[in-house]
């Protein structure tokens, strides 16, 4: 019989990722979704054949249990999250209830409903912050700066409350940023894409940014969904930092997608404080050496070749043919 992974978030990046190297895998997939008035499955739309998709909520416990009594998975990834760092700002309670108290409610259904259950939970880099090391490893003390990063700072540590509490196999991801062409709008790196895209095509004339200093350790999403399995596939549950362990400022990737369209950034971008966040991260960068050692795990996509892939996405969706995309990189 093949497993059965449960994913909650599945209609967003990584679970769209996930659930197609899951298939691959032979799995059985299932994903978590919330009731809306609107349907936001575009991502998962290729898999509406393959995988199955059941009604939860991270805010009601009944609805996680009655879930896993249900679909009997093997394994569990909690990809579900208020991910979106400024929206943490207006919105810090529902971050909290979601991105922290979610995974508590998660981890209970399983110690209630079948503590043999494998669960991932998607911690991040934000956790870090304020950082007090360079790079950073699964040793380096967290310091959130942001209502986000505070509350996943919370869902990592009862996962390894859980984990030592109950003997349950509990592990968490610290992935670092990742980015894909099914990234949102709304995240620096699409939002870079997209705005050049816009100009090309004459749909926009500048592109309004935040902090151009802040530097950020950027890697592929489809490449860190790999090492989400490879965690719940060990004898022994534990944490481990998944980056590329190089680091690029938000003018690094701003360079790069104006002069890949043949552009003078300088002409376009507009510094706004309105995207200037209250208390800024400014410098993060992984190590991924245990991950590499325990894991096998190693990055294949460049970071100038997913911004390439971004890029050739968006013009694509403006009514540009480009080609940038490098061959073999699926998008």
């Known amino acids: ?47 509406a054949d393959k995988v199955e998709l059941v009604q939860g909520d991270l805010l009601d416990q009944n609805s996680l249990a009655n879930i896993l009594k249900e679909v ?26 979601i991105t922290a108290l979610g995974v508590a409610r998660m ?11 494998r669960f991932y939970q998607a911690s991040s880099s934000e956790m870090f912050g304020k950082v007090q090391a360079v790079p950073q490893t699964e040793d380096t003390p967290f310091y959130p700066r942001s ?8 869902g990592h540590w009862i996962t390894v409350n859980y984990r030592e509490s109950y003997d349950l196999f509990a592990t968490s991801g610290i992935l670092f ?5 099914r990234r949102g709008l709304e995240f620096v790196t699409r939002k870079v894409t997209d705005g050049v895209a816009r100009i090309v095509t004459g749909k926009a004339k500048e592109l309004r940014m935040g902090n151009l200093d802040a530097q950020r350790d950027w890697g592929f999403a489809g490449d860190y969904v790999r090492a989400m399995w490879m965690m719940l596939q060990q004898d022994i549950a534990d944490d481990y930092v998944i980056c590329t362990g190089e680091t690029h400022r938000v003018e690094d ?33 992984g190590d991924p050496a245990k991950a590499r050692r325990d894991l096998g795990w190693e990055p294949k996509v460049t ?23 490098s061959q073999g990189v699926s998008i």
């Not at 990809?79 to 209830?97: D, K, M």
């Not at 940023?177 to 062409?181: F, G, K, Q, V």
């Not at 390439?308 to 480009?322: A, K, Q, T």
């Open 107 to 117: 981890l209970e259904a399983i110690r209630i409903v079948n503590p043999a259950i």
């Open 303 to 325: 970071f100038k070749e997913m911004i390439h892939m971004m890029l050739d996405n968006d013009l694509r969706i403006h009514g540009v043919e480009s080609g940038l995309a």
């Open 1 to 47: 019989m093949p497993k059965t992974a449960l994913i909650t978030g599945i209609t967003g990046q990584d679970g769209s990722y996930l659930a197609e190297f899951l298939l691959e895998k032979g799995y059985r997939v299932v994903g978590m979704n919330r009731r809306t008035s609107t349907e936001n499955v575009q991502r998962i739309a290729h898999l």
């Open 147 to 154: 209502p986000y990063g505070v509350a996943k700072v919370y």
């Open 72 to 97: 009997e998975p093997h394994e569990v990834y909690n990809l579900a999250a208020q991910s979106f760092v400024p929206t943490s700002w207006t919105q810090p309670l529902l971050t909290g209830e």
């Open 253 to 285: 990737l701003v360079k790069l997608a104006f002069g890949a369209a043949n552009l003078d950034w300088e002409k376009y971008v507009v510094i706004d404080p309105r995207f200037v966040r209250p208390a800024e991260v400014d410098l993060l960068i």
């Open 177 to 181: 940023n990742h980015e894909s062409p």
